[in-house]
Nanobody, 115 residues
Framework: VQLVESGGGLVQPGGSLRLSCTAS????????MSWYRQAPGKERELVAA????????KYADSVKVRFTISRENAKNTVSLQMRNLKPEDTAVYYC?????????WGQGTQVTVSS
């Protein structure tokens, strides 16, 4: 299993970013995918998740309305569109999947929201 995130960077408050995760090594279309984040000094937290077919999504209360998770099973990708970013969204964002009860993580991509 391999997960590769991209799309992070520095953005001003109120700005937008789109993160992408390309997956390989498993049958992507069969698994729920998630985005987590970890800010300095804080525990890793679930940001958003999407069902294998893409019809069910779940969001942390702190990002509801502002973030949108989506997936393209034909391309083995899952994305996180982030809007109206706030300084408290600053963190390393990770793509994640659980295959046969084992969790896998990407290397993470840094998102920094600052003026």
């Amino acid at each position: 299993v391999q997960l590769v995130e991209s799309g992070g960077g520095l953005v001003q408050p109120g700005g937008s970013l789109r993160l992408s995760c390309t997956a390989s090594g498993f049958t992507f279309s069969s698994y729920r995918m998630s985005w987590y984040r970890q800010a300095p000094g804080k525990e890793r937290e679930l940001v958003a998740a999407i069902s294998s077919g893409g019809d069910i999504t779940k969001y942390a209360d702190s990002v509801k309305v502002r973030f949108t998770i989506s997936r393209e099973n034909a391309k083995n990708t899952v994305s996180l569109q982030m809007r109206n970013l706030k300084p408290e969204d600053t963190a390393v964002y990770y793509c994640s999947v659980k295959v046969w009860d084992k969790g896998y993580w990407g290397q993470g991509t840094q998102v920094t929201v600052s003026s």
